[in-house]
């Protein structure tokens, strides 16, 4: 029904599923279990206006606002200084590129590229995904071959309104990213690499500690599938330099 009526994407009815079947199971357990027969068909519209009438009272009450830092680690068998070039400008991402993945089963909109205006602090990356989704990241730690860190904004002019439910759209009343940085640590005398993607990410709705939850497994699965795109880039280029030196 919310996707019929175009109350919700998507992805709300995947997060909000759990929920509604547990409770509409419930529901329907006690109501089932009562002896007054006669009375149901007066309770069952009476249940049914319930959401249209506590609606405008939630949202008189202010959300709450919580912060949420997302880590993702993996280790790439390349020099930090083969991963680098490759962290911070992403060249356009191909399908095959790309593996299944949560956010991508539910309806969020697949990452493309990430260019950079220029090396240092104060360089500009504007990270593009599908469907118009775009975001300005500016660079404010520039460590070549150690760190990368950066603010986020959500281009959310940019964006057209099928891509994204106003309940998930970055940048808006109840989600944003905020921040996001690369960290390369060396493993075996620096012939491999830990690549470690941090993001922190705002919530403001009145079921934050569920949010939550949902809002770390969709980041740790964008995350990871943009680490696997490097990972299999840089052990790519290495397998081929290793190749010609033999």
């Known amino acids: 029904t919310l996707l019929l009526t175009g109350w919700e994407g998507a992805i709300c009815v995947a997060m909000a599923s759990p929920v509604l079947f547990l409770f509409a199971s419930i529901g329907g357990s006690v109501f089932g279990a009562r002896d007054d027969a006669p009375r149901r068909g007066h309770t069952l519209p009476a249940v049914l206006l319930f959401p249209f009438v506590l609606s405008p009272l939630e949202n008189r009450i202010p959300e709450p606002e919580r912060r949420i830092e997302t880590v993702t680690t993996i280790d790439i068998d390349a020099t930090p200084a083969a991963v680098w070039p490759l962290v911070a400008s992403v060249d356009t991402i191909r399908p095959e590129e790309q593996r299944a993945a949560l956010f991508l089963a539910i309806g969020f909109p697949r990452p493309v590229a990430a260019t950079l205006s220029h090396a240092g602090a104060g360089g500009v990356r504007v990270a593009t995904f599908e469907g118009g989704l775009r975001f300005t990241e500016t660079v404010t730690a ?5 760190r990368l860190r950066f603010t986020i904004r959500a281009n959310g002019d940019s964006i057209p309104p099928t891509t994204l439910d106003a309940h998930v759209r970055m940048g808006g009343r109840y989600f944003d990213v905020l921040t996001g940085e690369y960290q390369l640590v060396p493993l075996d005398g620096g012939r491999r690499t830990r690549l470690v993607l941090r993001s922190e990410h705002r919530l403001n709705t009145h079921f934050n500690p569920y949010a939550a939850w949902w809002s ?10 943009i680490q696997q795109v490097h990972k299999q880039r840089a052990e790519r280029g290495t397998r081929d330099m290793r190749a010609a030196h033999r």
């Open 216 to 225: 770390d497994r969709i980041m740790q699965s964008i995350q990871g599938s």
């Open 142 to 146: 520039w460590e070549p071959g150690r």
